[in-house]
């Protein structure tokens, strides 16, 4: 997902302010982290979680200038 989102953004179908950009964000960050955690590697487990927060707050929170 969160290959998916940076493609999109990059061919410029989506822009880094929707919130379909910061949901794939953190949906990717989220089970990237998790299935760190599933293998116990932890120091990815942390640079996810912080990505996620980021993405999820993203979400909420930045102004949106587009709906694309």
Not at 35 to 52: D, H, K, M, T
């Amino acid at each position: 997902m969160l290959l998916v989102a940076f493609v999109l953004n990059l061919f410029k179908v989506i822009s880094t302010q929707s919130k379909v950009y910061s949901a794939l964000n953190f949906i990717g960050a989220a089970l990237c982290g998790y299935s760190s955690y599933l293998i116990q590697f932890y120091p990815f487990v942390i640079l996810e979680s912080i990505w996620a927060a980021f993405g999820l707050y993203s979400f909420f929170n930045v102004p949106r200038g587009t709906s694309k």
